[in-house]
């Protein structure tokens, strides 16, 4: 009697607790992440698909999953690792992640063909210039994401770190070495 | 009159005895002078000047360009035999645009246009005389004096308090100024008061500065719009927004300016900047320096032409008695170390002070005992032992949370640490950090607007394309027909 | 590295449910006053690793993912339970002593992430496996843990083997004679330092080999 | 089980889950039929193994564990065991449970003869701390065979050395024996309280009316 | 002329220092210290001269030791006292007569599970000394309780030099004749307060207790140099002495038979080393004024409910460390408020009224 | 009603349920990083741990026992739990879904949180009424939070400090949970109960 009461009241149980699960995932619902949104508000929405995800969007989604690191972004740097790890809640090992300050790219002008692949290739549109003649940079606009730089036919592109001057000088860390 | 006190600050010693007693000497004219275009906060001055050109004492070598800026003009006769890169008076010894100018001895001056009734000008002749004479804050910061007075304009200021506080330690050029040419000095600042329409003004002097101090009253004692007040010697009695809260009870809310509650301050070193500008419209081609600190032979206030390589104002001075561990530009609590001697005077210079390893109570850094005599002391109200932990730990954003931004960089926390942690330099770094990340930050906005605009432009020539295609299949099977 | 030998290698070393995944922490602390305790719990916790890893195992396509979670927690519950009544009839000493943590078993976070992650999607046999592994590497750390804090804290070692687990494990039965012992060790306080400081002796010894094997590759590159 | 079966129950979590829960309660069912009348005789033997302790000191004929009466106290209710030689009660026994210890409430057996003195007491169950609470237990220590042949009028100051009592603290540790003296203490008193009723004969089998009780 | 040859590495201001430093503030602490001490040393013999060396050993020791295997600068890092310190705390707060592995095994405690573990100094939280008190109290209450009526070196009970190290490396319990109930043993027991003769006691540190906690007035007097040159807060002795003070008058008023007064709280057991040397450690303390008040209040208000209440006849440990670590979140909800702004970091709005904010 | 007080002070500091008992160490080690994070799962914990240990007695009282059915307990008690924990899931995920999205994974592991079947289980060894069990429930979670957020601030300046390689990570966050656990003893033999 007992052995029957018993399993009567699991199942009752079971199929009642089940139920209101099956009821409650569906108030639920699949509501737009939040996260997703900071993710991507924090990357910096170049699409210039370095990190190997078609788009900046792609790359936050992933992240949100989990199946992306933070430091899946090179333009971005430590600041961006630092910026998402904070928006998942995790840490970030800095180990793999040379910060290589911000780069530009600059056109070698006894290299440049005049060919333009590098002026479709530009994320931001950065780059000036005419079909067969040379083309130039413009500081302003260009990320260093080095999208250029790997199509161009003769290698005539290269990435080089701003200089400093005066103006962008910074303090380097104390006990660090000086910059 | 009522003084209020500001939070934290510290009694570091004033060493002000060796250069203070003695009257400001003139420094011969140097064999060379090295004139930078930026000597202030903002645009640097663009060259009016070829190589070659001879020039006279007071012409205008550069021009200011762009609204805070100021010109540049010559210290001397003489000929421009260089206009290029020198090594500027910044702690990275980078180079800087500088215009060299080789003395002819002459001191020939430009021709002049002295103010006949300098209290009858209006407000913004006053303000461009003060514009065109490259007048700019002559207490360290260097800021274009004429955009302050512009700011008056735009804001009602009823507070016009000038800064004779010189809390940092060995500096004396603006006591002893205050000594000598009060009577100019007062004639400056009532021109600013001028110029500004501020119902009162008030001279703060540390009370450290008897002599000065009474070489004041005397001189505004015929002003009963001005008056002379004593402050207790605290540093940093010097910082603006210290004073302004001294003064006036008042706090400059964060990121607000001071002439937004009303206030303007200005540096007695600017006033009387300003009295030879208007009265005799005469250029800022010269000012007192401190020459100081334990190393100098023989320590003393001297009127300097800017653009004097600091060798030779050290070299006037007697030269070193013993090697120093730093020489710096400005006083020993927020000045900068000289990268070199050939760096030259500049307008914001009011000390070169070479300081002996006895003097600087150097001791190695040790681990922060959390003791909270930085918390004490800051007279913002930071916490910098816990700024410096995450500064260290590479987490500037959380310090930005904390209110990195709103250091002053006086160095009060530094000063007092028994860790002798390099707080300040910590912060220093960390302010060029998030100036960085902010620059980078703006990049990525421009970034993601220029990547949209690229999108949109995609996206508007497939369409033309798309738009073309079938119209072209149309008339190629018209034509077939 | 074959399968096997990888759960193998994962279970008592590599992905050791103490000492590197820092799971069942509980149980690990709460049990480990004295090494006989740990080896009964760590026991315990291992019959329903291993039951509870061939029946997730077995169940694992038909258990739908909207509850599988709440499945999981019935199976384990019944396990445990099961476990719980057996000790109690024929191990009832140890079942004292233990009291309220073998009903607790079920709530062992090592439990819940092995279904998860493993008895989920792999065969019975290789659950089973997993689960006798991770159970074995979970009971020996218990052991040590408990081997280490009752050494320390009273001097003894499997004191009381005899009397919780039956007479044959007297022989395990170890006593220092004249040492006073820190009692602290037996304390709940204890079972945090000695755990802390077991995690950072492994910690070092991964360190070290890391960098071992480091040098014998910067070494090789050299060569080459 | 069929794969249809798999399939259907798959898409309906309620019943999946419903299904699990009888399969498990039927196993859980299963597991208590084989294992109740066990845990029951391990139950029933550390009752008669700690009633051995604490009344062997008291001559009796019977089963105490099968001889016992409920006595209502202070809102509770205690199960007593009596020791009888022939009709008359030589002593009994009973849980009493102490005010908290260092790790919680000590359950104590006490053995009381009919002079009103402690016969012997035994520690049912505690959580104190090994090597140091853990020495009330008598497998540890002696202490407590202390408490044997003391009563309310034995002139006994009750209580431990260091509040004044004459019972030892082991090194270190008041709270535990604080605890056990002072729990053995009250359960004389309310052996004093029930006295009468506790020794009265019973008549006949009307007494045992009380199922054996598991200990607590 | 002499010559200068800048220093290629920026270095940033201030160029100056305060005297101040963190040898100079170890050496200021143990100056305030040696009053207590010495009256320890004086009241109970040698045996107390050997505890605080062998403490002090301890500490150093395993300072020295981890520093080595942590491959940190042991000379450098040993010269900042701070092991010194924390050992001399600690073996004022053991029994006089303790055994020497007791005072060595808390020294090595405090230093490596309380401090290296953490970085070392400054990177702990936890007061390392009241750690190793704990740590021992638990571990071996009946060594940690063994106390010695006061016996005045070159007094006739005293020990002799040789008789000290009898007693300290001898092993083997102490004779009954000299263990004794400390100053708080009353608070247990309740009735039987201390009356003014034995307060005066209290004071002098005349009575069994700690090594160098007995005598309320040396420990005021080193306080008192400790707060004269700000090497300490004065809000936290303030605030926890007189939280405890206002708690024991409190209960006092409302049950005298079983609540003593407050004069035996601040007198007797460890209130007066905790308030000056031990809850001041700057290293587990908050930094701000409020905080280190709220702090202190905190430390007073668990010592008066432990001692009252609690099992363990002297709180102060315990205290400490519980106050120690809610100083985190102390530290956290106290920050002053920054100038221009609100307390909630907001700049403060444009129009401030005259009569402040 | 003093009685009360003292069963809440007493689960809460004296029993702390992770100092003392050692039950809720996966979410104390594992959601104690930050201390806005520990609050959340302070207060999440809170909230469970006082429902179930009153849905628990329930169960006890109105079905188990009157059912005889003690070997249903364990299944019982972790259903309701899960049940719980599931609903205050929800209700978290539509309040604050960054509060949801950062207490991440450790919100189901409530379910799985020795605390909450632990206290269950110790209520019923104490034979507690309702209210006691409601008190009790309280006073654990109360002491679970309390504890979680002392340990949050502790790391989060450990953190900051410069830990030797071997202990960085886990083995200073256990010692420090010791050391504070030492501290706790302190609060030994209060008479609370």
Not at chain 2, 283 to 303: F, K
Not at chain 3, 69 to 91: E, K, Q
Not at chain 3, 148 to 169: C, K, N, P, W, Y
Not at chain 4, 43 to 68: G, I, K
Request: glycine fraction near 12%.
């Amino acid at each position: 009697m007992t052995m029957i009461l018993s399993v009567a009241v699991v199942a009752a149980l079971g199929l009642g607790l089940g139920w209101l699960l099956g009821l409650a995932s569906q108030w639920l619902g699949a509501t737009t992440d939040p996260v997703v949104e900071r993710l991507t508000e924090a990357l910096p929405g170049s699409q210039c698909g370095q990190c190997g995800y078609p788009g900046c969007g792609q790359a936050a989604i992933a992240l949100s999953k989990g199946e992306a690191p933070v430091t899946l972004c090179p333009p971005g740097g430590r600041v961006v690792a630092e910026k998402l790890a904070e928006i998942l809640g995790t840490t970030f090992d800095p180990g793999n992640l040379p910060d290589r300050g911000p780069l530009l790219a600059r056109v070698r002008t006894d290299y440049c063909i005049g060919c333009s692949r590098c002026i479709k290739s530009c994320p931001t549109d950065a780059i000036l210039g005419a079909t067969k003649q040379l083309h130039v940079v413009l500081e302003e606009a260009c990320i260093g994401c080095g999208a250029c730089a790997e199509v161009c036919p003769t290698g005539g592109i290269d990435l080089e770190g701003i200089p400093v001057t005066l103006r962008n000088w910074r303090w380097h860390k104390p006990g660090v070495g000086h910059a | 009159m009522k003084i209020f006190r500001f939070r934290g600050g510290i009694h570091p010693e004033g060493n002000k005895d060796p250069t203070a007693c003695h009257p400001i000497a003139r420094l011969p004219l140097p064999k060379r002078l090295y004139i930078p275009l930026q000597q202030h906060i903002g645009e640097p001055a663009a060259p009016e000047v070829k190589v070659g050109d001879h020039v006279l004492k007071g012409q205008r070598l550069a021009r200011h360009q762009g609204s805070v800026s100021a010109p540049v003009h010559a210290p001397t006769s003489g000929t421009v035999i260089a206009i290029g890169d020198h090594m500027a008076p910044h702690p990275s010894g980078l180079p800087v645009q500088t215009i060299t100018l080789e003395p002819d001895g002459e001191e020939r001056w430009v021709e002049t246009e002295p103010a006949v009734d300098p209290f009858s000008l209006t407000r913004a002749e006053v303000a461009a005389r003060v514009r065109d004479a490259g007048i700019v804050g002559l207490g360290g910061a260097a800021f274009p004096a004429a955009v302050k007075l512009d700011a008056g304009n735009r804001h009602p200021i009823d507070t016009l308090i000038i800064n004779g506080g010189e809390c940092e330690p060995y500096l004396t050029c603006d006591d002893r100024l205050m000594r000598e040419g009060a009577g100019y000095v007062v004639e400056g600042v009532r021109l600013i008061a001028n110029g500004l329409g501020a119902k009162r003004t008030v001279i703060a002097i540390e009370d450290n500065k008897p002599e000065a101090l009474e070489a004041m009253r005397v001189a505004a004692a015929a002003h009963p719009g001005i008056s002379v007040l004593r402050v207790p010697s605290r540093y940093p009695m010097g910082s603006e927004k210290q004073l302004v809260t001294t003064v006036t009870g008042r706090e400059i809310p964060a990121g607000k300016l001071s002439a937004e509650i009303g206030v303007s301050v200005h540096n007695v070193g600017t006033a009387l900047a300003v009295c030879r500008a208007v009265r005799f419209g005469k250029p800022l081609v010269s000012r007192v320096v401190t020459v100081g600190g334990g190393a100098i032979r023989n320590p003393r206030n001297v009127v300097v032409p800017i653009g004097t390589p600091a060798a030779d104002l050290v070299e006037f001075c007697g030269g070193f008695t013993v090697t120093p561990t730093r020489v710096l530009m400005g006083g020993p609590m927020m000045g900068q170390v000289l990268p070199g001697l050939e760096a030259p005077v500049v307008k914001g210079t009011s000390g070169i002070i070479a300081l002996t390893a006895a003097e600087a109570h150097a001791a190695s850094e040790r681990a922060c005992l959390h003791c909270g005599r930085c918390v004490d002391v800051c007279p913002v109200g930071l916490v910098p032992l816990e700024l410096a932990a995450r500064v260290r730990a590479g987490r500037i954003d959380d310090a930005a949370e904390l209110g990195m931004g709103d250091c002053l960089s006086c160095g009060c926390c530094a000063y007092v640490c028994p860790a002798h942690l390099p707080l300040a330099h910590l912060f220093n770094y960390a302010k060029g950090e998030i100036a960085a990340r902010r620059e980078a930050q703006r990049k990525a906005e421009e970034t993601r607007k220029l990547a949209e605009a690229r999108r949109l432009r995609l996206a508007a020539e497939a369409a033309a394309k798309a738009a073309r295609r079938p119209a072209r299949t149309t008339e190629k099977a018209e034509t077939e027909s | 590295m074959s399968e096997v030998r990888r759960v193998v290698r994962d279970g008592l070393w590599d992905n050791n449910v103490v000492f590197a995944q820092m799971l069942g922490m509980c149980p690990t602390l709460a049990t480990t006053g004295s090494a006989t305790n740990g080896l009964g719990m760590g026991l315990a916790t291992t019959v329903v690793l291993v039951c509870s890893g061939v029946l997730v195992s077995l169940f694992r396509n038909v258990i739908a993912r909207e509850v599988r979670i709440a499945i999981y927690v019935l199976l384990m519950s019944t396990v445990v339970t099961l476990v719980d009544m057996t000790m109690n009839a024929w191990l009832h000493e140890l079942h004292k002593v233990l009291g309220l943590f073998i009903p607790l078993i079920v709530v062992n976070c090592a439990i819940m992430g092995r279904a998860e992650s493993f008895a989920s999607k792999r065969a019975p046999g290789m659950a089973a496996l997993d689960g006798l592994m991770m159970g074995v590497g979970f009971t020996l750390a218990l052991m040590v843990l408990g081997g280490v804090r009752e050494a320390i804290g009273q001097g003894t070692l499997f004191a009381d083997a005899s009397m919780l687990l039956g007479e044959h494990f007297a022989f395990l039965e170890l006593r220092l004679d004249g040492y006073r012992g820190v009692l602290l060790m037996i304390l709940p306080p204890g079972g945090f330092l000695a755990l802390g400081f077991l995690v950072a002796a492994r910690q070092r010894m991964l360190a070290r080999a890391r960098a071992r094997s480091e040098g014998a590759g910067a070494a090789m590159t050299a060569g080459t | 089980m069929s794969s249809t079966l798999a399939a259907g129950l798959r898409r309906r979590p309620g019943l999946l889950l419903g299904a699990f829960a009888l399969g498990c309660s039927a196993m859980l069912g299963a597991g208590d039929l084989a294992t109740r009348e066990e845990i029951r005789q391990r139950q029933a033997d550390d009752l008669r193994h700690a009633l051995d302790q604490t009344l062997s000191a008291v001559p009796h004929d019977n089963n105490p564990a099968e001889d016992t009466i409920a006595v209502e106290d202070a809102g509770r209710s205690v199960t007593v065991y009596r020791a009888r030689m022939a009709a008359e009660v030589n002593g009994v026994a009973f849980n009493w449970v102490s005010e908290a210890g260092y790790g919680g409430p000590i359950t104590l057996t006490v053995g009381i003869g009919r002079d009103g003195r402690i016969a012997s007491v035994r520690v049912l169950s505690h959580s104190e701390t090994p090597g140091l609470g853990d020495k009330i237990d008598v497998r540890k220590s002696d202490w407590i065979r202390g408490f044997d042949g003391r009563g309310l009028d034995t002139g006994t100051r009750w209580g431990v050395r260091k509040d004044g009592g004459e019972f030892d603290q082991f090194a270190g540790a008041t709270i535990t024996p604080r605890a056990v003296v002072g729990a053995v203490h009250a359960s004389l008193k309310f052996f004093a309280a029930h006295r009468e009723h506790l020794l009265a004969a019973p008549a006949g089998a009307a007494a045992a009316a009380a199922q054996p009780g598991s200990p607590t | 002329m002499t010559t200068w040859t800048p220093n290629r590495s920026p270095v940033a201001a201030p160029h100056v220092h305060g005297r101040a430093n963190v040898p100079q503030v170890m050496r200021t602490v143990l100056l305030a210290l040696l009053p207590a001490t010495a009256t320890g040393v004086w009241l109970f013999g040698w045996p107390a001269l050997n505890t605080v060396l062998l403490a002090i050993a301890g500490c150093v020791a395993a300072e020295a030791a981890a520093l080595a295997i942590g491959r940190r600068p042991v000379g450098h890092t040993l010269a900042d006292g701070s092991a010194v310190v924390t050992g001399l705390i600690l073996a004022l707060c053991l029994p006089p007569w303790a055994p020497w592995w007791l005072a060595l095994l808390g020294g090595v405690f405090a230093i490596v599970v309380g401090k290296q573990v953490f970085g070392g100094l400054g990177q702990n939280v936890l007061n390392p000394a009241m750690l190793a008190r704990v740590a021992l109290l638990v571990s071996f209450p009946l060594e940690m309780t063994a106390w010695v009526a006061p016996q005045p070196l070159f007094s006739a009970a005293s020990p002799g030099l040789v008789e000290g190290l009898a007693i300290t490396f001898g092993g083997g319990p102490l004779p009954d004749a000299v263990s004794s109930a400390t100053a708080l043993a009353p608070l247990k027991l309740g009735g039987d307060f201390a009356a003014g003769e034995a307060l005066l006691a209290l004071a002098l540190g005349t009575v069994p207790g700690s090594l160098g906690e007995t005598s309320a007035l040396a420990l005021l007097a080193g306080g008192a140099l400790l707060v004269a040159r700000r090497i300490v807060p004065w809000q936290i002795p303030a605030a926890l002495l007189g939280t405890l003070a206002v708690l024991a008058a409190l209960f006092n008023q409302i049950d005298p038979a079983h609540y003593p007064g407050p004069l035996l709280h601040l007198l007797g057991g460890s209130a007066m080393m905790c308030a000056f040397f031990i809850a001041t450690d700057p290293v587990g303390a908050p930094v701000t004024p409020l905080g280190r008040a709220i702090f202190g209040a905190g430390i007073g208000a668990l010592i008066y409910v432990i001692r009252t209440w609690g099992g363990y006849p002297e709180g102060v440990a315990f205290a400490v460390l519980l106050m120690n670590a809610a100083t985190p979140l102390i530290d956290r909800l106290v920050r002053p408020r920054r100038y221009g702004r609100l307390r909630t970091g907001a700049p403060l709005p444009l129009a401030p009224k005259e009569d402040g904010r | 009603m003093k009685e009360y007080l003292l069963l809440l002070l007493g689960t809460a500091l004296v029993n702390n349920v992770i100092l003392v008992r050692f039950l809720g160490l996966c979410p104390f080690l594992g959601v104690s990083g930050k201390l806005e994070t520990a609050l959340g799962m302070g207060l999440a914990t809170t909230f469970v741990l006082t429902l179930t240990s009153g849905a628990t007695w329930v169960v006890e009282h109105a079905l188990l026992q009157p059912l005889d059915m003690m070997h249903l307990r364990i299944l019982t008690y972790i259903l309701v739990i899960a049940a719980v924990v599931q609903f205050t899931e929800m209700a978290i995920q539509k309040a604050s879904p960054v509060l949801h999205h950062t207490l991440g994974i450790y919100l189901p592991l409530i379910t799985t949180n020795c605390a909450v079947l632990g206290t269950a289980l110790l209520n019923l060894q104490q034979d507690n009424s309702l209210i006691q069990s409601l008190l009790y429930g309280a006073g654990s979670a109360l002491g679970f939070t309390l504890v979680i957020l002392l340990f949050a601030g502790l790391r989060e300046r450990i953190a900051l400090a410069n830990v030797p390689a071997a202990f960085a990570g886990t083995p200073i966050a256990l010692i420090t949970a010791g050391l504070l656990s030492l501290a706790f003893m302190g609060f030994a033999g209060l008479p609370v109960r």
